[in-house]
């Protein structure tokens, strides 16, 4: 497959405890995004990474969330000290660089329950 | 900052039909792209359709077709001859057009309209 993959795809956790959720892009796509989804909204841009370096992180991206592209391929976003409102999709995307036209794919995106 | 707003949360269709979704988006910018996403049930969004706003010719892809407004900031999407498989979220996104490696900068989404496709 050569979409863009996201594991686990649910998570069910309790309050407090840290989470991490991983994305892998389509392969060759140096732009990676984070979104957040929460129920009867659309997408809300969390983060996003130009190869490793991350370029910016949106007002959303509490001190408790953290994200990381080490290699400039896989990128996993972490949770720390989770609340009842970090409950939400979490949505990855990719695209092939910086061109306007680079179209951003989507992942299947990984679904948080804090209880 | 941009912002996009679809007013109808939901909306229904008989197989077959045309319907038409809306979208208005809020913008001080003047070059800047705009896209119709569908999310089907437990399924990944993908992209429908795109617009380039210094195109004046409407986009269209197959069944999808937009009427794009500049002067209104307006940009809504048909879809002819409805099929059940068209059953979605259907989001409309905004993103700002920039050059060099600034480009393709992260989409500012409206919170979407349910489409239902009655057989």
Redesign the interface.
Known sequence: DT??SQNPRHKITKRGQNVTFRCDPISEHN?L?W?RQTL??????LT?F?NEAQL?K?RLLSDRFSAERPKGSFSTLEIQRTEQGDSAMY?CAS?L????G???F????TRLTVL | AQT?T?SQPEMSVQEAETVTLSCTYDTSESDY?LFW?KQPPS?????VI?QEAYKQQNATENRFSVNFQKAAKSFSLKISDSQLGDAAMY?C?Y?S????????T???????TRLSVIA
């Open positions: 979409g863009v732009r995004y979104y009867g909204q659309g997408p809300e841009f996003y130009q910016e949106s949505l695209s660089g910086a061109g306007d680079n179209e951003q989507f992942g299947p995106g | 996009v679809q792209y996403y399924r990944q969004m993908i992209l795109r989001f996104a993103r057009a920039t050059y060099g490696n600034s480009g393709n992260p989409l500012v989404f409206g919170k979407g």
